[in-house]
C-alpha cells in the first residue's frame, strides 16, 4: 500500500469529521440507557419467583375444614389424566 492511500485510510477514520449530534439524539439515548439500567437492576435486586398473593376468603362461604371437598372456599378439585396414547397409535 502506498504511503498516500494509507494517509487516506487513516484520515477516514478521523473523530472531527464526523457530524455532531443532535441533541435530541443524545437525550433518546441517554434515556434508554438509564431504563436499561433500571429494568435490569430491579430483575437483579428483586426477589426471585412470582408474588404469592392469596386473596382474602369471600365471606358467603366458610373455609374448607379437613377432608371438606365441596361448598367452601379452598377446597381441593379432581382432576383426570389420561393415559398416554400408545407407540402404536403414532
Do not use: F
Not at 487516506?8 to 439500567?37: C, F, G, N, S
Not at 373455609?63 to 407407540?87: D, F, K, N
Request: proline content about 9%; some cysteine; charged content about 15%.
Amino acid at each position: 500500500m502506498s504511503g498516500k492511500a494509507r494517509g487516506k485510510i487513516q484520515r477516514m477514520y478521523q473523530v472531527e469529521d464526523l457530524p455532531p449530534t443532535h441533541w435530541r439524539r443524545r437525550l433518546l439515548t441517554l434515556v434508554l440507557a438509564l431504563t436499561t439500567v433500571y429494568v435490569i437492576m430491579s430483575h437483579v435486586l428483586g426477589k426471585p419467583g412470582a408474588t404469592n398473593y392469596t386473596p382474602p376468603p369471600r365471606a358467603d362461604k366458610p373455609l374448607c375444614q379437613a377432608g371438606q371437598t365441596s361448598g367452601c372456599v379452598g377446597g381441593m378439585a379432581t382432576v383426570i389424566v389420561a393415559p398416554a396414547a400408545s407407540g402404536a397409535a403414532r
